[in-house]
């Protein structure tokens, strides 16, 4: 305790001794500004001419709770794990030269949850809090809603238009997120038949693991985590047998990954469930690949063991080296589901590397495919109670202390704030001294104002970020579920394939007028 209160006295008196931040000196010419300036002008005025091809593939990256204060404070943490000050670093999704904002609330809620904003960006339809890849019209929780209001999703668009799809999560395979492209159900919390209520399974309603191999026959890629929901209750799972929380949880007493195993046999399909299973494979001879490597969701990106857990980056690069084989193409949605974690948790730190890790996969599928025939869209499903302020000097660490004393209390805080969460702490009536404790661990939970056992979402608009053909169709002000339409009219997928007939008339016909041209001037000639 006592070394970091020297610390941050320390810390204080240099900021005091400095007078004001430090930066590059070439900062201080006016010619580095603009001269940085004009070449983005340059750079912007290039995007004029619009990328009007059809797009081959789709993938979107989904930062699960990554509101514009977490990209922003991600945007530091990268450059300051590359020992820069961070605040000019660039983020991968920040190069992409088309940016939106995207409206979040559910049909029945102000604040949204993760369930009815997957609906939106995956099925087009605005949905109720806790639904998933139903419309509005279902209730949560009410199996009698289900039938009859179900709605598809773009990945059952792709595969309907003959391209390979995927899903990659850092979560369970059957959350929220990835749950929506492929099911339809009145309960997000339905992951299995053991967390649903007897008269609803009575009734007709199938849990969403069970609908993840039943509703849309042989999705290309699934990887993550959610492996208990797959297996027979009680029995112990491979990887933790010892541990009873981590053991199947079907009364229903099916095998999913037995009887996926037994239907893709001949089918070049293969199942893993660590990493070195994962990378011992050869894409080129996989066809089908079901991973799931944990039984629930898998590891903060801080707590990966690099032995057994494959990172973010890591899967997303077998997913596309497997689903770019196919000459129609693919739909890949990409979730970097624990950032929302992190930030429920208030564990500022976890949230925010995994948000980093999510923009290294980012990079590396741009590296894997071409803006020519490649849209990629990068946004949010909701934001967080998720703040940094503080009047922090340039290059100051993202995790560290605001350079003052609170004028009320007199004690020092962290630049990161939570609006409200578990980081609400009280010693003897007052608010705890932060600086007693070691606020940049991992675990370490940031002060929030109101006192909650979890974080809430925030509300604000989440950005949206598109390269590729036709990105610039996602600008201004949308709400959520105009994503995957235009995704679907980029790939000519969906409902929006008129414009493609229409264009790929004109231009075969345009193609074969040179021919005929020439075919002209020869009978000329001889006739």
Known sequence: IMKVTILFICSCLAWEGLGKPQFPDQEKDPLFWN????????????????????????????????????????????????????????????????????????TNAQVADSAGTATAYLCGVKANEGTVGVSAAAVRSQCNTTQGNEVTSILRWA???????????TTRVNHATPSAAYAHCVDRDWYSDGEMPAEAVQAGCKDIARQLFENIPNIDVIMGGGRKYMFPKNQSDVEYPGEKKHFGTRIDRRNL?????????????????????????????????LGLFE??????????????????????????????????????????????????????????????????AIGHAG?????????????????????FGGYTPRGNTIFGLAPMLSDVDQKPFTAILYGNGPGFKVVNGLRENVSTLDYEENNYKAQSAVPLSMETHGGEDVAVFAKGPMAHLLHGVHEQNYIPHVMAYAACIGQNRDHCMSSSGASSLSAALPSLTALLTLIRLFC
Do not use: C
Not at 62 to 88: F, H, N, Y
Not at 159 to 166: I, P, T, Y
Not at 301 to 326: F, G
């Open 35 to 106: 001269t940085w300036a004009q070449r983005t002008l340059k750079n912007a005025l290039i995007l004029q001419k619009l990328n009007q091809n059809t797009a081959k593939n789709l993938i979107l990256f989904l930062g699960d709770g990554m509101g514009i204060p977490t990209v922003t404070a991600a945007r530091i943490l990268k450059g300051q794990l590359s020992r820069q000050s961070g605040e000019e670093t660039q983020l991968e999704m920040d190069k992409f030269p088309f940016v939106a904002l995207s409206k979040t609330y559910n």
């Open 159 to 169: 595969k309907e238009a003959g391209k390979s799809v995927g899903i990659v999560t």
């Open 257 to 289: 990954v037995e009887e996926w195993n037994n239907r893709m046999k001949n089918k070049n399909a293969y199942y893993v469930w660590n990493k070195k299973e994962l990378l011992s494979l050869n894409p080129n001879s996989v066809d089908y690949l």
């Open 295 to 360: 039984p629930g969701d898998l590891p903060y990106d801080l707590e990966r063991n690099n032995e057994t857990d494959p990172s973010l980056t890591e899967m997303v690069e077998v997913a596309i080296k497997i689903l770019k084989k196919n000459p129609s193409g693919f739909y890949l949605l990409v979730e970097g589901g624990r950032i929302d974690h992190g930030h429920h948790e208030g564990k500022a730190k976890q949230a925010l590397h995994e948000a980093v890790e999510m923009d290294r």
């Open 367 to 387: 590296l894997m495919t071409s803006i020519y025939d490649t849209m990629t869209v990068v946004t949010a499903d909701h934001s967080h109670m998720f703040n």
